[in-house]
């Protein structure tokens, strides 16, 4: 016996599908735009939110302007965030160029340390050694100086007089 009144010559009626019909709520899009070509922008889209994450940063970083957005349904987009690459590019380029400098400032700095620690350490070596010759000179007995060795001034000046 047939009960689809609409199609009486079929003799199997379709059941529907239960589940959500909606449209698609998960589906994210990434839109990167890039200088060099600002009519072709490379659009991608997924439903993974890591991949959305992965996608939208290597666009960054190959310079691209990216907006990220989240399908709300029928055609509805709402904008999550949007990454500015040049920018991006820019402040890293600037970060290894001040690093680059403090780097290149410390190994002046150590340069210097070094230099001055071995001028110390010559001086302290003199300062020793010239210690150890004055000790010598006072380990040994004064010499008798007598007064016929004693050399006389050859002339006497006038306020000595």
Do not use: C
């Not at 009960?3 to 998960?26: I, L």
């Not at 922008?41 to 959305?52: E, L, Y």
């Not at 020793?128 to 000046?157: C, D, F, K, S, W």
């Amino acid at each position: 016996m047939n009960r689809n009144a609409k199609h009486p010559g079929k003799t199997y009626r379709r059941k529907a599908v239960p589940g959500d019909h909606t449209q698609n709520r998960s589906g994210f899009r990434i839109t990167g735009s890039w200088d060099q070509r600002p009519n072709r922008p490379a659009i991608k889209g997924t439903q993974d939110r890591k991949a959305v994450r992965r996608i939208a940063r290597e666009m960054a970083n190959q310079g691209a302007y990216v907006i990220v957005e989240k399908h709300l349904g029928y055609d509805q987009w709402r904008t999550l965030y949007e990454l500015d690459g040049p920018a991006l590019l820019a402040e890293r380029k600037a970060a290894e160029r001040a690093a680059a400098e403090r780097a290149a400032h410390a190994r002046t700095f150590a340069q210097w340390t070094e230099a001055k620690a071995e001028a110390d350490r010559r001086r302290r070596h003199r300062l020793a050694a010239e210690a150890t010759a004055h000790a010598r000179e006072l380990m040994n007995a004064p010499a008798i100086v007598r007064p016929e060795n004693q050399r006389r001034a050859r002339h006497v000046t006038g306020a000595q007089r």
